[in-house]
Each structure stands twice: as C-alpha cells, then as structure tokens.
C-alpha cells in the first residue's frame, strides 16, 4: 500500500502525476512523495505562485538546517531533482543541478554472536513500568517483531507493515506486498519462528480481534 499525501501547492497537479508515471513504471517512490510533500507545502508557506524551479528556489529549499544529515539533504533534493527533470519534459523549463550533496558513507557494525544474543537477552527482560496496556503489548510485540526481522531478513518497512492475512503460520510462510521495486515475495519461515508467530497471532487475535495488522503498535 503506498502512502498517500494531499499537494495543494501551485505544483500539486504535476507533482500527482509525477508521481503516478513513476509508480505505474513500478517504483514504489515513498520516500520521493514525502520529500515532494514537504517541498509542496514549503512552496505553500512561501507564497509561491510560478509553476517553475527556479535556480534561486532550488537553492532556498536545498538550504540545510542544522539538525539534518546530508543522507537526508540528498534524498530531499534527490527528489526535487526529479520533478524538475519532469517538468522539462512537459516544457516546464525548470533548473536542474549538475551535483547534488554526497551523503555521508556510514561503515555498518557487523554484529558479533555474543552481542546478538546480548540483545535479544536485553530485549526478553524488557518489562514497561507503565500500566498502559499499549506498553504491555508492545513488550510481546518486540519479542517477535526483532526475531522476525532477524531471522527473515525483513527491512523495518516490511515487517512493521505487515498483515495479519499475510502470515500463514499453519504452512511457515509470510508474503510480503509490494516490497522494494514494487514486487510481493514470499519467505518461508523455520519451525522456531513459525511456532513462534503462531502462538504471537493466537494471542494477537484474543487481545485486538479486529486489528489487521500483525504488529498493530506504531514504531
């Protein structure tokens, strides 16, 4: 299910349709209509009237603030850069930069096999203070929800999205919809995780039978 945002700057019909051609290539482009979302109500604070980028409003919107990362200054401008791209293409006349800010190449720490069973201890004694009962399910929904993503491969997107209906614990197997690149796939679970998700949906079911989302707290 892609997200879906309202434009309504003097841009928000080409933005819609940009966004339509991209998808109906089979991009997912989440990540691309939030930024253009943000850029469109940002055109909407500023009053802006001309259908057009122009170099000086490129420059104004690529401005970055202190608390940004120049991973998310170049996914921002990344997709601003498209639509300017686009509009030149419906003789929109629009500016287009040659460069764009290089993020930051972060190296990944590899886990050991101590600090993986570290954490999954830590998380096991995880125990909420609070008495609200959306703390207390979501210290069960952790359980699963790492080891899922853990043992399956899951980006964070994927598991926190989805569905009940999705999750066949009777033969191991969950289906992902529209993962990256827009295709559904499927995974086959081991007998540890599939026992495990199967006792987590029962008492899922019990305690939120009309929730359709197989980890239903919001992360």
């Not at 999705?166 to 992902?176: A, S």
């Amino acid at each position: 299910m892609h997200k879906v945002y309202k434009y309504n700057s003097c841009f928000s019909e080409l933005i819609t349709q940009y966004i339509s051609e991209r998808r109906n290539s089979g991009f997912m482009f989440d990540n691309p209509a939030y930024w253009l979302y943000r850029f469109d109500q940002y055109c909407l604070d500023n009053k802006i009237q001309e259908v057009s980028i122009s170099k000086k409003l490129y420059q104004e919107w690529a401005s970055i603030s202190a608390s940004e990362t120049k991973v998310t200054q170049n996914n921002r401008l990344q997709a601003l850069r498209g639509l300017s791209v686009y509009l030149n293409t419906l003789g929109i006349i629009s500016y287009i930069p040659h460069v764009l800010p290089k993020a930051e190449k972060n190296v990944p720490y590899l886990m050991e096999d101590t600090d993986i069973l570290a954490f999954f201890e830590q998380l096991d004694r995880y125990n909420p203070h609070s008495t609200v009962n959306s703390f207390n399910r979501m210290a069960t929904e952790y359980k699963v929800l790492f080891r899922v993503i853990y043992c399956c491969g899951l980006r964070n997107n994927e598991a926190c999205s989805l569905k009940i209906k999705n999750v066949d614990t009777v033969h191991g197997v969950i289906t992902i919809i529209h993962s990256k690149g827009d295709k559904d796939r499927a995974i086959c679970l081991s007998e540890d995780v599939r026992k495990l998700c199967s006792q987590y949906k029962a008492w899922l079911v019990s305690l939120c039978p009309t929730s359709e989302w197989f980890f239903p707290g919001k992360y």
